[in-house]
């Protein structure tokens, strides 16, 4: 059973840095890619960065780019998010995501991944 547990959201002011960390269970990651989301209050959920669990393509949503990086530790089965340069704005729920995959490009649609954590909350103050 496929389980994703995130970790290592809180509050931080403008301008720090946070690593979220996803503890994966249940799979083996060679097909997988993962994917982190965000939904903020009142909005939709969005794609923020992604990776083929092989540790080959990232892609990231536009609003991250030079700020964000993804990565994967497979000894320790975790994916992270490393966020630097955070504005109040990128104030939201975390969510790191799987999807059983076999191409090579990262999948930025929410409706395509089958699995969800629980989420960590990420408060970014001005």
């Known amino acids: 059973q496929v389980h994703l547990v995130e970790s290592g959201g809180g509050l931080v002011q403008a301008g720090g840095s946070l690593r979220l960390s996803c503890q994966a269970s249940?799979?083996?990651?060679?097909?997988?890619?993962m994917g982190w989301f965000r939904q903020a209050p009142g909005k939709e959920r969005e794609f923020v960065a992604g990776?083929?669990?092989?540790?080959?393509?990232?892609d990231y949503a536009d609003f991250v780019k030079g700020r964000f990086s993804i990565s994967i530790d497979n000894a320790k089965n975790t994916m992270y998010l490393q966020m630097n340069s955070l504005k109040p704005e990128d104030t939201a729920v975390y969510y790191c995501?799987?999807?059983?995959?076999?191409?090579?490009?990262?999948?930025?649609?929410?409706?395509?991944?089958?699995?969800w954590g629980q989420g960590t909350q990420v408060t970014v103050s001005s």
């Open positions: 990776t083929v669990w092989s540790g080959g393509n990232t």
């Open positions: 995501a799987a999807r059983l995959s076999f191409s090579s490009r990262v999948e930025v649609r929410d409706t395509n991944y089958a699995y």
């Open positions: 249940g799979f083996t990651f060679g097909s997988y890619h």
